[in-house]
């Protein structure tokens, strides 16, 4: 895809989808992508992901979605593959299942594993209730990915209907799409003469 915006930007976006409900926004943040983003989009979905947002939904905002589940093209799309087809990572939304897997080593699943294996910018973009985040284990955490070289994005504080108190509450939530696209450009290694 090509585009005549000059704030536009190519590369290889690998976005990480783990199984929180805010998942259900994903398809918003990568339509907001393609506003300033030429480049391909790959999801690479965990299986609870899979299960708050079917894949095939995905499918029709990424240009590719690998959740794992199929045997017969694991040759094709593993953790090494994945990492060698792509240039960045963004893991959104970041449990705090997957940041503590993460900081620790723990590779129960292929996106876990192709952090792991990445060469190139992982950042997370963590989702959970304010009481999750503000724990002492949660910040250790994150301290330690940011420690490792990984980028954690501080959630911010934002208004969501909690169905099971049947009330707003607030707590902490990824950014705007729009701020979340500009991270992905600050993050995105130049592309240089590529995507000119």
Do not use: C
């Not at 690479?44 to 079917?54: Q, R, S």
């Not at 900081?103 to 192709?114: D, E, F, K, S, Y």
């Amino acid at each position: 895809m090509t585009s005549n915006n000059p704030a536009s930007f190519g590369g290889r976006l690998l976005i990480g989808a783990t199984g929180s409900a805010a998942v259900a926004t994903l398809p918003l943040y990568i339509n907001t992508l393609r506003t300033a983003f030429t480049g391909t989009i790959t999801v690479l979905m965990t299986h609870t992901a899979a299960t708050f947002l079917p894949p095939h939904t995905v499918g029709l905002f990424a240009d590719r979605v690998v959740t794992g589940t199929t045997p017969d093209n694991w040759g094709q799309e593993n953790q090494g593959t994945l990492a060698a087809e792509h240039d960045m990572m963004t893991v959104l939304p970041a449990t705090a299942n997957m940041l503590s897997a993460v900081a620790t080593g723990a590779v129960p699943n292929m996106l876990t594993a192709t952090i792991a294996a990445a060469d190139f910018p992982v950042v997370f973009f963590p989702v959970m209730t304010g009481q999750m985040w503000d724990k002492p284990a949660i910040q250790r955490n994150v301290e330690q990915l940011r420690l490792d070289g990984y980028h954690v994005v501080d959630p911010q504080q934002g208004q969501r209907y909690d169905v099971g108190l049947g009330a707003f509450v607030t707590s902490p939530a990824p950014p705007p799409p729009p701020v979340f696209v500009e991270t992905v450009r600050e993050f995105m290694p130049d592309q240089g003469a590529a995507s000119a």
